[in-house]
């Protein structure tokens, strides 16, 4: 089960920082990743972690302002999202993957907005 938080309502250039807990005793052996919704768009990847946390992988559109970390000690991920635009508004959720496999868990999604 994961379960997001830390989404809400911030200007233009402005910082969140989203977390995503885990249940679960094998936390680490999962792939993490962070993907969101638009309004009237399908959803899209923004960035994973291996579950060491040493390999991190991002979409263009957020590379170099967003930055996912993972504490496996408490099983949380977080999206560390900086220099937010308007277009970064949407739904975020938080995902899990077993090694060479689809994302297959989910989170229950977090709302960012941001206002110009």
């Known amino acids: 089960q994961l379960q997001a938080s830390g989404g809400g309502l911030v200007q233009a250039g402005g910082s969140l920082r989203l977390s995503c807990a885990a249940s679960?005793?094998?936390?680490?052996?999962?792939?993490m990743g962070w993907f969101r919704q638009a309004p009237g768009k399908e959803r899209e990847f923004v960035a994973t972690i291996s579950g060491g946390g040493g390999g991190t992988y991002y979409a263009d559109s957020v590379k170099g302002r967003f930055t996912i970390s993972r504490d496996n000690a408490e099983n949380t991920v977080y999206l560390q999202l900086n220099s937010l635009k308007p277009e970064d508004t949407a739904v975020y959720y938080c995902?899990?993957?077993?090694?060479?496999?689809?994302?297959?868990?989910w989170g229950q999604g977090t709302q960012v907005t941001v206002s110009s």
């Open positions: 679960g005793r094998t936390f680490s052996s999962y792939f």
């Open positions: 995902a899990a993957r077993p090694s060479g496999r689809a994302f297959e868990y």
